[in-house]
C-alpha cells in the first residue's frame, strides 16, 4: 500500500468528480459536501465504467403511492444497467449482501506535510500553499 | 481482480488456446438520422416521409408507446464522441465491441425505423430496401466482422419474399428480419411464404423484439412501468413462438430456422411442456402437428442469451441449457443498448471449454453458415 497525491483538493468542488490513473487503476474520486470519497471505476456486476455515471438521489417508498427522495447525489448509477451504488460505502442498492464496489481512503493533506513525503505524487509537483488529495492504494 | 472488485465469478479465466472466436447475435447499428436514407429512397419516397412520416398501427405516432430507461435506449457511455446516437457510428463500435471483446462476427438488428409496421405498404416496402442499401453500403460492406439481416415488408408477403430474392447470396446478409409484434401472430398463413423464400435461400428468420401492431405488448393490457414492459418482451416471444408451433409452419417447412433474438431463454422449457400437456389431449384440434410441440421448438427455433437470465444460483442454468440443447443457444449482447450484457462477464455459469465455444460462437457459425 502506499499513499498517492491524486488531485489538489481544489480541484474537485462539492458535487465534483474526477477520475484519476494510479498504478493502473482507474479510480473515481467524487466530493459529497466537503467529503472525499474514491471507487474503483469498474462496475462489480458486469465491468462498466462506473464512475462516468450519473449521480442519482435515492428514491425509497414506504407504500405505493407515496415516495421519498433523499440523499440526491450520493448514488452513483451505472451508465450500463443502472445498478446503483452508494458512493460513501461503496455498497451496492441492487444486491448489498453480495455485491459492492472497491472503495479506497481519501483524506485531504497539506501541502506542507505531503513537501516532506513519503508519498507519491506522480504526476504533479506539491506547493506548500494547496491541500491536496492523497489515496491509499 | 480480485474479489473485493468483482463478485467472484463461477467462471475461470480462460486459456489462449480456447480463444472464443465470438459471435454477438444482437447488435444495433443505428441511422445518424433518417437522412442517411435520403440517398437510397426515390425521390417519391423521400418526399413522402417528408410530409407523411413513419405511421404505424398505433397511437403515439412520433414517441414510443413505452417508457424507456435511458436515452435512445443506451448504455450512457455509448453515445459516439463524433456525434449522432448510439451505435450510428462504425469507428465507436469497433472500439466499444468489436475489437474490445475480440468478436469475429456481430449480427446487426435495425430496430429504427422498421419497414414492416409501415400503415402505407408501398412506403414499407421501399423504406426496407433504402435500410438493405443503407446498411450495406454504411456498415457490412466497410467492416467485414458485421453481418446484416435483411428488413422485409412482412405484411406484405409477396413484396417480402422480393425482397428476400433481390438480396440473396450477397455477402452483407446472413439472415432475414421480421417484426415480432405483427398484426397477425407470425405463425399465420399470411406469412408462409416468406418463410417458404427463406428456406429456399438457405436464411434463417431472426426474429429481434420489434415492431407495433396496436396490442399492448402483453396480453394482460398495457404496462404501467418499464419494469413490465421489458418483461413483457420475453411474453410476447411466447406469443410469437407458440404461433409458429402450433399454426404448423415447422410441420410444414422442418428446415426452417428461427432465431427468437432478445427475450432470454429460461422460459422455453415451461412453455414446451405445456404445449406438449395441451397437445397430447387436443391433438384432434391440431392433427397437423405429428410431433409434440417440444420437438419443433427444439428443432427448429434457437435462442439468443441476452437479457441473461440470472438465477441466484447461476449453475441453475444448466438444468435450463441441458433441456432446450446446448447448440440452440446463441450468446448476443445488445450492444449499445442499456441493458447490454457483457461478452466477458454476462455469462455467469461455469461451462466447459467446448459448451463455452459452442455458445459464444460455434452454434452462430452453425445456424448462420458462417466460417
Given at each position: ?5 491524486i488531485?489538489a483538493a481544489?480541484d474537485?468542488?462539492p458535487?465534483g ?8 487503476r482507474e479510480?473515481?474520486v ?5 467529503e472525499?470519497?474514491?471507487?474503483l ?10 464512475c ?13 403511492g407515496?415516495?421519498d ?8 448509477k ?7 451504488f452508494d ?6 442498492w ?15 493533506e497539506p501541502?506542507e506535510?505531503?513537501?516532506k513525503?513519503p508519498f507519491?505524487?506522480e504526476t ?9 488529495l492523497?489515496?491509499?492504494? | 481482480?480480485?474479489p473485493?472488485d468483482?463478485?467472484v465469478?463461477?467462471s475461470?479465466?480462460l ?14 447499428h443505428?441511422?445518424?438520422s ?6 437510397f ?8 416521409l ?5 405511421r404505424m ?5 412520433g414517441s414510443s408507446?413505452?417508457?424507456k ?5 443506451s ?6 464522441p463524433?456525434g449522432g446516437?448510439?451505435g ?7 472500439e466499444q465491441?468489436?475489437?474490445r ?12 425505423p422498421?419497414?414492416m409496421?409501415?400503415?402505407n405498404q ?12 443503407w446498411?450495406?453500403?454504411a ?10 439481416a435483411i ?5 406484405d408477403a409477396?413484396?417480402a ?5 433481390h438480396w440473396?447470396?450477397h455477402?452483407?446478409f446472413v439472415?432475414v ?11 399465420r398463413?399470411r ?15 431472426g426474429l ?6 396496436g396490442n399492448?405488448?402483453t396480453?394482460a393490457?398495457w404496462p ?8 413483457g418482451?420475453?411474453i ?9 408451433v ?7 417447412l422442418?428446415?426452417l430456422r428461427?432465431?427468437v433474438?432478445?427475450?432470454g431463454?429460461?422460459w422455453?422449457?415451461?412453455?414446451a ?8 389431449r387436443?391433438r384432434?384440434e391440431v ?5 409434440p410441440?417440444s420437438e419443433?421448438?427444439r428443432?427448429n427455433?434457437?435462442?439468443?442469451t ?6 441466484e444460483?447461476?449453475?441453475d ?5 441441458d433441456w432446450i ?5 446463441l450468446f ?8 447490454m ?9 461455469r461451462?466447459?471449454?467446448?459448451e463455452?465455444?459452442a455458445i459464444y ?11
Open positions: 500500500m502506499a499513499r498517492h497525491v488531485a481544489a474537485i468542488p458535487g468528480r474526477k477520475i484519476v490513473t494510479v498504478q493502473g479510480v473515481g467524487f466530493n459529497l459536501g466537503g472525499f470519497y474514491a471507487l471505476n469498474r462496475c462489480p456486476h458486469q465491468g462498466g465504467a462506473l462516468l455515471g450519473r449521480q442519482v438521489g435515492l428514491v425509497t417508498s414506504s407504500e405505493p407515496r415516495y427522495y433523499s440523499r440526491p447525489g450520493e448514488m452513483l451505472c451508465p450500463w444497467h443502472g445498478w446503483e458512493i460513501r460505502t461503496g455498497q451496492s441492487c444486491d448489498p449482501d453480495d455485491l459492492r464496489v472497491r472503495r479506497y481512503t481519501v483524506q485531504v501541502g506535510a505531503l513537501a513525503g507519491v505524487a504533479f509537483t506539491v506547493s506548500v500553499e494547496q491541500d491536496y492523497v489515496v491509499e492504494i | 481482480m480480485t473485493d468483482v463478485r465469478l463461477e475461470g479465466p486459456p489462449i488456446e480456447d480463444r472464443l472466436r465470438r459471435v454477438d447475435c444482437d447488435v444495433h443505428s441511422l445518424r433518417l437522412e442517411d436514407l435520403k440517398p429512397l426515390s425521390r417519391r419516397w423521400w418526399d413522402h417528408q410530409s407523411y412520416g413513419l398501427p398505433v397511437p403515439f405516432s408507446p413505452y417508457p430507461a435511458t436515452p435512445a435506449l448504455r450512457t457511455d455509448s453515445w459516439p463524433v446516437p448510439p450510428s457510428d462504425l469507428d465507436f463500435m469497433r465491441l468489436l475489437d471483446y475480440d468478436i469475429q462476427h456481430g449480427l446487426l438488428h435495425l430496430l429504427y422498421c419497414g409496421d409501415q400503415r408501398a412506403f414499407g416496402a421501399a423504406l426496407c430496401r433504402a435500410i438493405n442499401e446498411v450495406v453500403a456498415w457490412t460492406s466497410q467492416e467485414p466482422r458485421l453481418k446484416a428488413s422485409v415488408p412482412g405484411e409477396a413484396a419474399v422480393a425482397e428476400i430474392e440473396a447470396g455477402p452483407g439472415q428480419a421480421m417484426a415480432t409484434h405483427s398484426i397477425e401472430p407470425l405463425g398463413r406469412y408462409w411464404p416468406i418463410y417458404e423464400a427463406a428456406v429456399g435461400q438457405s436464411y434463417p428468420i429481434h423484439t420489434s415492431g407495433y401492431n399492448a405488448i396480453p393490457g404501467s412501468f418499464y419494469v413490465e414492459e421489458q418483461h418482451v420475453a410476447s416471444q411466447q406469443g410469437v413462438a407458440i404461433s409458429l402450433t399454426e404448423g409452419v415447422f410441420a410444414r422442418p428446415e428461427v432465431v433474438v432478445e427475450a431463454f429460461a422455453v422449457p415451461s412453455v411442456w405445456r404445449l406438449d400437456r395441451h397437445w397430447s387436443m384432434d392433427p397437423h402437428l405429428v410431433r410441440p419443433y421448438i428443432e427455433l434457437w435462442f439468443t441476452q437479457p441473461m437470465d440470472e438465477p444460483r447461476p449453475r442454468l444448466r438444468h435450463i441449457l440443447g446446448w447448440d440452440r443457444v448476443a449482447s445488445d450492444y449499445p443498448h442499456w441493458d450484457d457483457s461478452p466477458e462477464l454476462g455469462f455467469r455459469l461451462m466447459t471449454a467446448e463455452r465455444r460462437g460455434g452454434n452462430a457459425r452453425a445456424v448462420y453458415g458462417l466460417a
